[in-house]
């Protein structure tokens, strides 16, 4: 482990310097989801996202880059969901460390005279960590402990349905990929502006996925506000005034347990360059020349 720290140094070191081909900036925009609560609707339910940013120049057409972000999420049956009677919702924080190569349709540049902007696409892969809760009587609580879907029970139910599976992780991996706009302008800026999605290989950021528990089984080994949180249905009994026609054990909770869960970034971000520096360019008749200012030397006694 130390040694991994010690490579990282050296790396870091070495971007440093070489700070004319980095920079740094901040970004501003929204984040959402997509999964079983909204299966559809881009963009909607937004809630405002932001954070900080690393990028590392290799060449004109490829870049490095490293972001914080951080954001929430958010959704419900009665407003972006399909299955308005199943009335389940929830929102998260949601924040994420990603590491991207962007790869510029156009050669960009940051002298004058040469091209300054270029649309781009971009691929990587992050880390993310959210936490989802429900509202219920005005009072939130975390779903994760809670195992709505039976998990932990380690129970069988009359039917023979076994509960064993595993609470899920609160942290996970994801695959940021998108598209986005860079902008160079007066030497040491930039502007940009991007739009990603972000494959995860959860279906439990809504946590909503599998099957409904048999009501009883919750409320004997769990309780009942947990049983209530489980099945939150606005569908009443026929002929029976207020009481709940709560769902099957066994039938579908979520939309479809394969189809894993998505979250978007739409950001616009704002950075600058370090220690920039230009090479200055000497012609020798038919050839070129490359010099770099040289930096005097400075001794502290």
Aim: charged fraction near 20%; include cysteine; proline fraction near 3%.
């Amino acid at each position: 482990m130390k040694r991994f720290f010690l490579v990282l140094l050296a790396l870091f070191t070495g971007v440093i310097a070489r700070a004319q081909y980095s920079e740094i900036g901040f970004c501003g925009g929204v984040s959402f989801y997509m999964g079983d609560l909204n299966p559809k609707g881009v963009f909607k339910g937004s809630r405002p996202a932001g954070g900080i940013l690393f990028r590392y120049n290799i060449n004109p057409r490829l870049a490095f880059k490293a972001t914080a972000l951080f954001g929430s999420l958010q959704a419900s049956d009665a407003t972006t969901g399909e299955d308005k009677a199943r009335n389940l919702s929830f929102r998260s924080p949601l924040s994420e460390l990603s590491a991207q190569l962007e790869l510029n349709f156009l050669r960009l540049y940051n002298e004058k005279g040469q091209n300054p902007f270029s649309p781009y696409l971009f691929l990587g892969i992050s880390v993310f960590s959210f936490n989802p809760q429900a509202e219920l009587n005005g009072i939130w609580y975390d779903l994760q402990p809670l195992g709505t879907e039976g998990q932990d029970l380690n129970i069988r139910d009359a039917a023979g349905t076994m509960y064993d599976q595993k609470r899920y992780g609160l942290t996970g991996f994801s695959i940021p990929m998108g598209i986005g706009m860079r902008v160079n302008f007066l030497k040491y800026y930039c502007v940009g502006l991007e739009w990603g999605f972000r494959a995860t290989f959860t279906d439990y950021i809504d946590d909503v996925s599998g099957v409904y528990v048999d009501r009883d089984l919750l409320i004997e080994y769990r309780s009942r506000l947990i049983a209530d949180l489980a099945d939150r249905t606005t569908t009443m009994k026929s002929g029976e005034e207020g009481i709940p026609d709560y769902h099957k054990a066994g039938t579908a909770r979520g939309n479809n347990a394969k189809t894993k869960d998505w979250y978007s970034f739409a950001i616009l971000s704002f950075s600058f360059k370090l220690n920039y520096t230009k090479d200055c360019t000497v012609k020798t008749g038919t050839s070129v020349a490359h010099t770099k200012a040289k930096k005097k030397k400075t001794t502290f006694r």
